[in-house]
């Protein structure tokens, strides 16, 4: 695994919720009414005991605390930072229901999951060897928490990854305002630590191995190889220089040192919670003026509201019910030709003008990647989408997959938990072959 | 606007609220900013042959987060010369001539007492305060709850304390005896004005598991302390209760025993507390929480329409009955309130682990459902419901008379079936 660019531009970011103190989560704990059958629970798509484990807090048993969460989700430590928690666990807190602030789940589980990391505690370990293997294509979250649940069952995994990182969108995708890329791969490794998790970099299906390759080696293989490039939007000045997709605009700076010195003005274009990532993380990286450009009305935003609501006290401009209709500059872009919309989302005559912008990213959706799978039997695709019953089996018997590639775009915390259901439906199924 | 006013056998001050003979009444600069802040009397920290204190002295109970809802002190009496305390009493009163400054004692001999009592009288205290009550250090040196434990010294030392004493006198009680009946009427026999209870409760308040050594550490050593603060008070209740109901026992109570604000200072006195006394609480909040407790006072005399507290001192005390002579037959059920509940779920949990199994989950929704052929009316649900009012216990018809258990055993009378006894 290559070490990280050391100028990588993603440093300027601090974390928008900061880290608890013992002090603060321990009286943050003790304000949990530890409800039976909490909804919080149920609101977490990797059901973790929340309750418990915030009590755990409370009674100064770290360790246990973090031993509840990881049972349940080995990217504990990332979801607790990532997780849109206002819209899952925290958003179902019963004290919403009486009107007092609702507990602090994801400060809470960041607290115990970051001692866990700091102390070096790690709860499992790799089962008795059962001389099966299984192949998992992606080294994402959804890959990772199959390759670990598959490792305490004692089969052997490899992680077949394109890139020459892991960990995903969780490395290179996430808004370094909630975890940069250190924290990621520090997770990475923190999982990999279970040890007999083999890993080949630099793969691509079918290039470096068919699917008959992978079938032919392991018992099971597990998909999970996520989106495709963002969607581009052809439109007349499509070449110029300055137009990026969001996911790539977000892993450059991630990854890498990015100089936007030129850029006074930045439009994003889109709507949904990529569209607000990259606004926010533009404002954070200095650009002095960015403007979110989307078709629809302010409420038909398929983002979080929270994050807009953030967004907006960062002095994010806001330009609804746009439609782009050309790129405009020499050479590199200078504006972005928009008319008005109505309600119908349909251009309104004579309403044609430009935003100026030295930078236009685009957030309207990455491809799917189904047709990768388009010659393997049985496996059948959906809008794109790979197609699996509850627990991630495919329409062939040793194929499964979840994460991204099956649900079109979730979080992480769904990835996980599909990454961890299939490798025990998996396991199920080799160890009665 | 209520008279707040009291008279403590003999001892009168504007109002209720003294502080406890302790820390925050060690010095007359304390006492007298006390006084400022509106507290209406002052026990003066024992006086006495002054001591040597160790290092540390105090431990607290935390409980979910809150430090100091149970709290104990190995603290000895006063370590001050008690030239300095009898000057500090003589400005103090003084400069207060209103306010209850009572002169805590403890001495051994009788000569000790007649010389100690004279110089109190002498710095101008309204009245003294037997400490017949510390539960560790002085008890080793035969003084403290070593007297109050024994009815005949307590009786002795009190009847030399009033051939002494031109002001009232009060005793204070020591709750480590089994029954604080016959401990009242050996000080009432001895001819004590009044007594004061509950002094500490004979306790370890902790023990730290990383050195092994109990709480409060003094190197790696510790000793039994005295238990008070919030979490004692219902102990302490139950004993001002217990001796303002005994027939016999009819002089006044000062009572005290994790006294936090107005409304704790209430139920001490409508169970027979002419007087309260205070120290934790102003240990762990300052002098400053008076300011509430004589609003919250007033405005809850205002509201039961009394003029003054001669006319809710005791009042509760009719309704403290022994269990034989309960209402078998009253019968209540838990009603949730579907508006306010918030579905945590809390009382099903504890209904079925806890109590008789009879608040079910929904088939749909969070609102649990209260099975009443099977509630057994306990409360459990309504401790541990964090909605205010949203549990609430409601009587039920059940066609049978009131009885209490006496009258069934002595007379027969017909007594409702059992519920949640499958």
């Avoid at chain 2, 302790?22 to 006492?31: D, F, K, M």
Wanted: charge should be negative.
């Amino acid at each position: 695994m290559d070490e990280l660019d050391p100028e990588r531009s993603e440093q300027v970011f601090e974390d928008f919720k900061k880290a608890y103190t013992a002090n603060q989560a321990i009286v943050e704990a003790n304000r949990c009414l530890y409800c039976s059958d909490a909804p919080c629970i149920t609101a977490c798509p990797t059901g973790i005991d929340i309750p418990s484990f915030i009590r755990k807090i409370s009674t100064r048993n770290t360790e246990g605390s973090a031993r509840t969460i990881f049972a349940s989700n080995i990217l504990g430590m990332s979801c607790s930072r990532v997780c849109p928690v206002e819209t899952l666990c925290v958003g179902d807190c019963v004290f919403n229901e009486m009107g007092v602030p609702p507990i602090q789940i994801g400060k809470l589980q960041r607290y115990a999951t970051d001692m866990a990391f700091e102390k070096d505690w790690t709860f499992f370990e790799a089962g008795a060897d059962t001389g099966k293997s299984v192949g998992i294509v992606g080294g994402g979250p959804a890959g990772l928490a199959a390759a670990h649940r598959l490792r305490r069952f004692g089969h052997a995994v490899t992680i077949y990854e394109k890139r020459d990182i892991l960990g995903g969108l969780n490395t290179f995708g996430v808004a370094p305002y909630k975890m940069r890329a250190d924290a990621a791969l520090s997770e990475v490794e923190w999982v990999m630590s279970i040890g007999g998790i083999t890993v080949e970099h630099g793969v691509t299906i079918p290039e470096t191995y068919s699917w008959d390759d992978l079938l032919g080696k392991h018992e099971a293989i597990f998909l999970a190889f996520g989106l495709g490039p963002d969607t581009r939007l052809e439109l007349p000045g499509s070449n110029l220089d300055g137009i990026v997709g969001a996911v790539d605009f977000i892993e450059d700076f991630k990854l890498k040192a990015m100089d936007l010195s030129a850029v006074k003005q930045a439009v994003v274009i889109g709507g949904g919670n990529t569209a607000l990532d990259a606004v926010r993380e533009l404002r954070g990286l200095g650009v002095p003026e960015v403007t979110l450009a989307y078709r629809g009305a302010e409420d038909q935003m398929g983002g979080y509201a929270h994050e807009w609501s953030a967004g907006k006290d960062e002095g994010v401009i806001s330009a609804f019910n746009l439609q782009p209709v050309a790129y405009e500059g020499q050479g590199q872009v200078d504006g972005l030709r928009v008319v008005r919309t109505d309600a119908d989302k349909k251009p309104i005559p004579g309403s044609a003008h430009t935003l100026p912008a030295q930078l236009v990213v685009l957030a309207v959706g990455q491809s799917k990647l189904g047709e990768l799978v388009s010659d393997l039997d049985g496996v059948e695709t959906k809008w794109g989408r790979v197609v699996t019953t509850e627990s991630g089996q495919t329409g062939h018997p040793r194929v499964f997959a979840g994460g991204d590639c099956t649900n079109g775009g979730k979080e992480v915390v769904n990835g996980v938990a599909e990454g961890r259901d299939a490798a025990i439906a998996i396991h199920s199924m080799i160890s009665e072959a | 606007m209520p008279d707040l006013t009291i008279n403590c056998g003999g001892i009168s001050s504007p109002n209720p609220f003294w502080l406890a003979s302790a820390p925050p009444a060690n010095s007359g600069e304390q006492v007298q900013r006390a006084f400022d802040h509106g507290w209406g009397g002052a026990v003066w920290k024992t006086l006495g042959q002054p001591i040597q204190n160790v290092s540390s002295r105090f431990g607290a109970i935390d409980w979910q987060g809150r430090s100091g809802v149970g709290f104990n002190n190995i603290e000895l009496i006063t370590d001050r010369s008690l030239d300095v305390n009898f000057r500090e009493i003589y400005e103090t009163k003084r400069k207060y001539p209103k306010h209850a400054l009572i002169a805590s004692l403890m001495v051994e001999t009788r000569e000790e007492w007649k010389e100690i009592i004279k110089r109190a009288e002498d710095a101008g205290a309204d009245g003294l305060e037997l400490n017949f009550g510390c539960p560790h250090g002085m008890c080793e040196r035969g003084m403290g709850s070593a007297v109050g434990q024994e009815p005949a010294v307590n009786e002795r030392i009190t009847s030399w304390a009033k051939e002494f004493a031109n002001v009232p006198v009060l005793v204070k009680l020591t709750p480590n005896v089994g029954d604080i009946v016959p401990h009242g009427l050996a000080a009432q026999r001895g001819g004590a004005d009044g007594v004061s209870l509950i002094n500490t409760i004979k306790s370890i308040i902790g023990v730290d598991i990383d050195t092994f050594v109990p709480k409060p550490m003094v190197g790696n050593r510790s000793s039994n302390g005295g238990y008070c603060g919030a979490a004692v008070r219902p102990i302490a209740l139950h004993m001002v209760a217990a001796l303002a109901r005994d027939r016999q026992f009819n002089i006044p109570i000062s009572g005290i025993g994790g006294i936090t604000n107005w409304r704790d200072a209430t139920e001490f006195m409508l169970l027979g507390s002419s007087s309260v006394q205070v120290c934790t609480e102003v240990m762990l909040k300052g002098y400053r929480i008076v300011e509430d407790m004589i609003e919250g006072m007033e405005g809850w005399m205002r509201d039961h329409d009394f003029q003054t507290t001669d006319q809710f001192i005791g009042k509760s005390i009719p309704h403290y009955a022994d269990w034989g002579d309960l209402d078998i037959n009253f019968e209540t059920v838990a009603k949730i309130n579907a508006e306010t509940c918030i579905g945590c779920q809390v009382c099903v949990v504890a209904c079925h682990d806890g109590a008789h199994q009879c608040i079910h989950p929904a088939e749909v929704g969070r609102i649990p459902v209260v099975d009443e052929s099977e509630c057994v009316g306990c409360n459990l649900c309504q401790i541990v419901c964090p909605v205010e009012g949203c549990i609430t216990m409601e009587e039920v018809e059940n066609g049978f008379a009131p009885t209490t258990w006496n009258e069934h055993l002595n007379e027969g009378k017909p007594v409702r079936p059992k519920k949640g006894a499958h």
